[in-house]
């Protein structure tokens, strides 16, 4: 399993009042430990106030660049938002997770068609992985196209917008942007937020000539929802809509089975074992770390992937899933972070993924 590597930060950038890039420098020796594809994250880590902290950031760098940036927005009462709007400078090193995440850009799939078009729709920060993918579909694919629909409060609000416009200069008439804001009305932009009137507005008026080969959603989960079930309505089928969630759910999910029980449970990481015994109604990952286990973990949400094992003995429940696939689950996996034990003995390997 992967570990955190010590990185310098080479370049810290102002994107809005709220809202920094960092951008980190990668010794010769870790480029291919480095390398990813466009829409993946990284996950970081540091100590604040003695306490470690471990956030995902998606990489809004591509994977040509070779840069790997990421782009960190402060949130009210963000521990680590906070911290590296304010505090961080570049010259500062932080621990780094090697990049990972099930939302990507292939753009290989696409190679051999004469032309593809791509939708994103993206709201605040969830344009960080939307920027990767739409520069590389662009650099990558010459005959492509893409269409962006952002969402924002504000102009200001606006994260990469300067970048945006300068890329919808360099690819005139293969990249249009639809911008969109819930508290300013402006000249050549949408007021309010992304929602059915939107996604029509795309797919059946003014791009309803485009056949696109793919869409890619990233923001809260109620604009997702919204989104998939409106572009389904319209036809697309769910192989071609792509998801990131930036927000966790607020529902706080639930299972059938009635925890009321005790697990003796292994925890199989980095080829070492750990056995100890944990209440069914505990969550693995939380029972794990409790018990000093270094398991791979970010969002602890369900929203990223990094705790991502298999049971391989026994079984458990996921409280919520909206990342792992049905085959996926029915091959073993799970998220640590939303599983409880469900049988007398389980079995976790985190190496096995």
Do not use: W
Not at 16 to 35: C, E, H, Q, Y
């Amino acid at each position: 399993m992967a570990q955190f590597h010590s990185l310098k930060i080479q370049t810290i950038t102002r994107e809005t009042d709220k809202a920094v890039s960092i951008a980190f420098g990668i010794p010769d020796n870790l480029k291919d430990t480095f390398a990813f594809k466009a829409g993946q994250y990284i996950t970081l880590k540091t100590r604040i106030n003695g306490e470690e902290i471990r956030r995902a950031y998606s990489l809004c760098s591509t994977p040509q660049s070779g840069l790997l940036k990421v782009s960190v927005k402060e949130v009210e009462d963000g521990t680590f938002s906070k911290y590296a709007n304010r505090d961080l400078k570049e010259g500062d090193t932080m621990e780094v997770h090697p990049p990972e995440g099930k939302f990507i850009f292939d753009d290989a799939a696409f190679a051999k068609a004469d032309t593809t078009t791509f939708a994103a729709f993206a709201a605040g920060s969830g344009i960080t992985p939307v920027l990767s993918i739409i520069k590389t579909a662009l650099a990558q694919l010459p005959n492509s196209k893409f269409v962006l629909v952002y969402g924002n409060k504000t102009p200001d609000d606006t994260i990469f917008r300067d970048e945006l416009l300068a890329l919808k200069e360099q690819y005139k008439g293969r990249f249009s942007i639809e911008f969109i804001y819930s508290q300013s009305r402006e000249d050549g932009a949408h007021f309010g937020r992304i929602m059915k009137s939107t996604v029509n507005f795309v797919v059946k008026n003014k791009y309803a000539e485009h056949n696109f080969g793919a869409y890619y959603l990233c923001g809260p989960e109620p604009m997702i929802k919204e989104v998939s079930k409106v572009l389904k309505e319209n036809g697309a089928s769910d192989d071609k809509i792509h998801f990131e969630l930036f927000t966790p759910s607020e529902d706080a999910g639930s299972v059938e089975a009635v925890l009321d029980g005790q697990t003796a449970i292994k925890v199989i990481v980095d080829d070492e074992e750990f056995e100890f015994t944990m209440k069914q109604e505990d969550l693995i990952l939380d029972a794990a770390l409790d018990q000093d286990i270094d398991a791979p973990h970010s969002c602890q949400g369900g929203i990223c992937s990094s705790c991502i094992a298999r049971i391989t003995e026994g079984t458990a429940e996921m409280a919520k899933n909206q990342i792992l696939t049905d085959s996926e689950v029915a091959e073993g996996l799970i998220l640590t972070c939303q599983a409880h034990p469900t049988s007398a003995k389980v079995v976790v390997n985190y190496d096995e993924v």
